[in-house]
């Protein structure tokens, strides 16, 4: 008998050692498959337009983001579709280091408390209502001549040329 209880304890023993060898699996949860560019509704294909020659090359979870956007998009005013589609445009013309640049002053924006995230949106306010040249002087690191104007202070340029969107520690300062 307990030759028998040995024999079942070493059977036990092999078959699970394989198990007991290797390490427990891990499960990935990622974002399912997204569609392809040919497999968009008319609707999205149009908002998505600026995005069509990379789409093939999105990753899934990006793809999704920007599908969300597309379906929000009919509920936004004319003016924040406008600026939408300016911004994709401009997203589309970006460096990969320019994109993760953006991305991470997005996330330092996002962990601001409320009263500095409410400076840096006026500094930018600010700064976006410069006239086209003075924007471009400011970019180019000429010094802004230390006058009020009438849509507000003179502002420094939000960060250097190239950059379209300034990180929160570097927005325009009036």
């Known amino acids: 008998m307990a030759r028998r209880l040995l024999g079942g304890i070493a059977l036990c023993a092999f078959l ?31 908002t998505l337009t600026p995005l069509r020659n990379e789409w093939k090359n999105l990753e899934n979870y990006r793809r999704k983001k920007w599908l969300g956007i597309a379906d929000r998009y009919a509920k936004m005013t004319p003016q924040e ?40 949106k006026e500094k930018w306010e600010t700064y976006a209502k410069l006239p086209v040249e003075e924007k471009a002087r400011l970019k180019q690191g000429k010094t802004a001549p230390q006058t009020t104007s009438p849509t507000g202070p003179q502002v420094a340029a939000p960060a250097a040329p190239g950059t379209p969107f300034p990180s929160p520690t570097e927005a325009p300062k009036p």
């Open 81 to 120: 579709q406008q600026r939408m589609q300016d911004r994709m445009r401009e997203w589309v013309t970006m460096t990969p280091e320019q994109r993760a640049q953006v991305r991470d002053s997005y996330k330092e924006f996002k962990q601001l408390p409320p009263e500095k995230k409410q400076a840096v």
């Open 16 to 46: 699970l050692a394989p198990a007991r060898s290797e390490p427990p699996a891990t499960t990935v949860i990622g974002t399912p498959p997204q569609p392809n560019w040919g497999e968009l509704t008319v609707e999205q294909r149009a």
